[in-house]
């Protein structure tokens, strides 16, 4: 449910992840590392564990997505 929060999408493409952790560093309020990088699950949505919806005022989801060595992480 949506109370009012502006929500930006995000999504991980885990296949190309190399599983670096820079997106934990950068933005461990919605980054999880394990055996590959996965949306906290408080944010996740539609069961997966790759796509989460997140409030816009996280702005590092942002640094993360820029700061990402090989860019597999989408920001809408
Ligand atoms: S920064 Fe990119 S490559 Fe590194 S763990 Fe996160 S999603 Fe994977």
Request: charge should be negative; hydrophobic fraction near 35%; include cysteine.
């Amino acid at each position: 449910m949506n109370w009012g929060v502006n929500l930006v999408k995000v999504k991980i493409n885990q296949t190309e992840c190399i599983t670096c952790g820079v997106c934990e560093d950068v933005c461990p309020e919605v980054f999880k590392v394990e055996e590959t990088s996965k949306i906290v699950e408080e944010y996740r949505v539609g069961g997966e564990d790759s796509e989460g919806d997140v409030p816009s005022d996280i702005d590092c989801v942002q640094n993360a997505a820029t700061q990402c060595p090989v860019s597999v992480i989408m920001v809408d």
